[in-house]
């Protein structure tokens, strides 16, 4: 199985264009918030399943603020993290993903791409398509893959 996973794309999609057009064939993919309204549009290019949170610039949104939901045999809470000060630091959403019983916590907001898998807890956040604020400011995205054993492998890529 193989999952797109981005976030913080902000209305603008030309690079969410060339990673889908570079990663196809997805089972799934995952947007972490921000897309501005964009949703439908995001579904339709997929043209696979899409989970979609809210992020804080979705403003009168009828999208989800988190999700938990399963990934083969991982329980995983989507959010787009400005709930949990992750501009600041990841130990509060890296808690509560623990607390919840979660493998795997993945969000957005920052613009900056990070993986930390410690103690049997993967978090994630696959930075930005659009702005992204790492250095060399390259547009990322993430890639998760179950293997033929049920494991998830992930790697941070950059257009």
Request: with cysteine.
């Amino acid at each position: 199985m193989k999952i797109l996973i981005v976030s913080d794309t902000h209305r603008k999609h030309q690079a969410l264009e060339q990673v889908l057009e570079k990663v196809r064939p997805i089972d799934m993919m995952i947007h972490l918030g921000d897309a501005e309204g964009c949703e439908d549009y995001i579904e339709a290019l997929a043209d696979c399943p899409v989970e979609i949170v809210a992020g804080n610039n979705d403003f009168f949104s009828g999208l989800d603020r988190e999700k938990e939901i399963w990934i083969g045999k991982y329980k995983v809470l989507l959010t787009h993290g400005h709930y949990y000060y992750v501009s600041v630091n990841k130990e509060t959403i890296i808690q509560e993903a623990k607390g919840r019983g979660c493998d795997i916590v993945m969000f957005g907001h920052t613009h900056v791409p990070y993986l930390y898998q410690e103690d049997g807890i993967t978090a994630l956040n696959p930075g930005s398509l659009s702005y992204p604020r790492q250095e060399g400011r390259r547009p990322s995205y993430i890639i998760m893959e179950i293997d033929r054993e049920g494991e998830a492998h992930f790697t941070i890529n950059y257009l």
